[in-house]
């Protein structure tokens, strides 16, 4: 589900794999790897990619960071 969610908002962005993964200095295999969920990326790397994919969280505690995501899947039906 984050990986496709990952993906939207690249895609959303105008970036290809290559010009994100170099905004976050990673390979553009991680970000694909992100992307088809073959591994995932930790909580500070998913904000880092919102930011330069132009999203924003407001976070106010643990719980309520998965609870933004999954909001986020369903509201924007990725």
């Known amino acids: 589900m984050i990986g496709n969610i990952l993906r939207n908002m690249r895609l959303s962005a105008g970036l290809l794999q290559k010009e994100l993964g170099a905004q976050l200095n990673l390979a553009d295999t991680t970000i694909s790897s ?10 500070d790397t998913i904000l880092k990619i919102a930011e ?26 990725f």
């Open 34 to 43: 992100y992307e088809r969920e073959n591994s995932q990326p930790d909580f």
């Open 52 to 77: 330069i994919c132009g999203y924003e969280f407001r976070i106010i505690n643990q719980e309520q960071q998965l609870t933004t995501i999954e909001k986020m899947s369903r509201e924007m039906d």
